[in-house]
């Protein structure tokens, strides 16, 4: 029996795939599709107060709690510092890396950032990515994500793929929530993902959607 192709998700931060992608992944699961997520980074400056081990065992706990809400086969950490990602990328060696992988898993689809997001280590992840693809290592569709901005003014002429996820929205915001040490940011990030979900859904004929552009 030949092995089912998985869709891969690459995203800088923990909550990132959530934010960006979580409706689709979870009607992915529903329907008996694979996807597995690359994390670069843990993201322990993200409570600064607290120690970095101790922030990156609480949110590795979290993301595994967010893969298995949405439907998720796993999880791989490439264990990069936070905001660091420039350097980050070459010392630990991230290319070949994910090379290894991408052959190894031989993904049916590629989700990541867009290349004109505002976050570093977000245009990084693109960067690499986009790197792969040139390379000739990525031969499958790549489509991007929006995590911080409503819509993209640089990709807005590039084919865009529209998933309906009124099913899934609420799967979405519990994935989300499972993210209990980002208390701070939260009500932002629903109450934008709310807004941006219910725009995309309205223009598409849908209560809620998720859009995606066409990156490769």
Not at 160 to 170: G, I, K, P, R
Not at 192 to 213: D, P, Q, T
């Amino acid at each position: 029996m030949a092995k089912k192709r998985p869709v891969l998700i690459i995203c800088a931060h923990n909550e990132d795939v959530v934010i960006g992608a979580g409706g689709t992944l979870a009607n992915y699961s529903k329907k008996g599709k694979l996807f597995k997520t690359v994390i670069f980074s843990f993201g322990e400056r993200a409570q600064p107060h607290i120690k970095p081990e101790i922030v990156i065992e609480r949110r590795i706990k979290e993301s595994l709690r967010c893969d298995k809400i949405l439907g998720g086969s796993g999880i791989a950490y490439l264990g990069l510092k936070n905001r660091q990602f420039r350097t980050e990328i070459e010392r630990k060696k991230v290319y070949s890396k994910l090379i290894e992988l991408i052959k190894r898993e031989n993904p049916s689809r590629i989700y990541t950032h867009m290349g004109d997001d505002s976050n570093p280590d977000h245009q990084a992840v693109n960067g690499v990515v986009m790197k792969l693809v040139s390379d000739g290592i990525i031969k499958c569709d790549v489509y991007g994500f929006e995590t911080g901005n409503l819509f993209s003014w640089k990709y807005r002429e590039a084919p865009m793929l529209v998933m309906d996820v009124s099913n899934t929205f609420a799967t979405k915001i519990t994935a989300l929530k499972a993210h209990k040490s980002q208390q701070v940011q939260m009500p932002g990030w629903i109450a934008k993902l709310y807004l941006k979900s219910m725009i995309a859904g309205f223009n598409n004929h849908c209560r809620y959607a998720e859009v995606f552009y066409k990156l490769h």
